[in-house]
């Protein structure tokens, strides 16, 4: 009776240590970064620009003169200040970062259907696609 008790636990002992160990999955959800630029309020401002604006709204920013900058500035803040009452709350700003990148995620994506759709019937064939991301000429 000792024997096949004693087989049985080896036996499982063996299973329970040749099994693939479990992949350990991420806890943190990691969001998209809100720039490519370096963080870093030592050197410039380029982040919060990217992450407040979007990038291509910061790009047309670094053209302009520091007056019509806050000009235009202070029109973006009157679309931040979403209840109206002068001032900008934190969940309002967040809700501006969202905002300014999921347009420019919707704006790249489009440029990225054009770019695709080279006979441009509004739709992506399998060979457009491979030919605007593999080179292929049609």
């Given at each position: 009776m000792l024997f096949p008790r004693l087989?049985?636990?080896l036996v499982a002992w063996a299973l329970c240590g040749s099994g693939k160990?479990?992949?350990r999955k991420e806890r943190v959800v990691r969001e998209a970064p809100?720039?490519?630029?370096?963080h870093d309020d030592a050197q410039s401002f380029d982040y919060d620009h990217d992450a407040f604006l979007g990038?291509?709204?910061a790009k047309s920013f670094d053209?302009?003169?520091?007056?019509?900058?806050?000009?235009?500035?202070?029109?973006?803040?009157?679309?931040?200040?979403?209840?109206?009452d002068g001032f900008v709350t934190v969940e309002e700003?967040?809700?501006?970062?969202?905002?300014?990148?999921?347009?420019?995620?919707?704006?790249?994506?489009e440029r990225q259907w054009k770019g695709h759709d080279l006979n441009e019937d509004g739709l992506v064939s399998w060979e457009e696609y491979?030919?605007?991301?593999y080179g292929y000429i049609l």
């Open positions: 087989l049985l636990c160990p479990t992949e809100l720039s490519t630029r370096e990038a291509e709204e053209q302009l003169t520091p007056e019509e900058s806050k000009e235009r500035l202070g029109k973006i803040v009157g679309k931040i200040d979403e209840d109206g700003l967040k809700a501006w970062i969202k905002f300014a990148q999921k347009r420019w995620i919707y704006e790249d994506v491979k030919n605007a991301t």
